[in-house]
């Protein structure tokens, strides 16, 4: 629906341009253009960060459902670290092997 109404707004935006300035055709194509390719990589970072925060989100959910994750090699699981949530980062329990080690939950899968 965002998407929608931001189209409406750049819409609107070129007929204001189109209409009610002194621009030639080529300086209104070229500041479509740039608008454009502002528009549709701003579009993109959202995708792509939309995507990251999933997938940690995925890793968080697995680990709290007691199921094991591969990180960079390793199986974390619930046993032998605990989960920092404001970081997103697993840290090794006391007493175990992986003692004090730090994973950060985006090197999982």
Request: proline share 0%; aromatic share 12%.
């Amino acid at each position: 629906m965002t998407y929608i109404i931001g189209l409406l707004v750049v819409i609107i935006f070129f007929i204001a341009m189109r209409y009610f300035t002194e621009f030639d055709i080529y300086q209104q194509i070229s500041i479509a253009v740039v608008i454009l390719s502002i528009l549709a990589v701003a579009v993109m970072y959202n995708e792509y960060t939309k995507q990251k925060s999933q997938k940690l989100l995925d890793v968080t959910l697995k680990y709290n459902q007691g199921k094991t994750i591969k990180c960079n090699g390793k199986d974390v699981n619930s046993t032998n670290y605990s989960l920092s949530i404001g970081t997103y980062t697993f840290i090794g329990r006391k007493n175990t092997a992986n003692y004090e080690e730090m994973i950060s939950a985006s090197d999982c899968e």
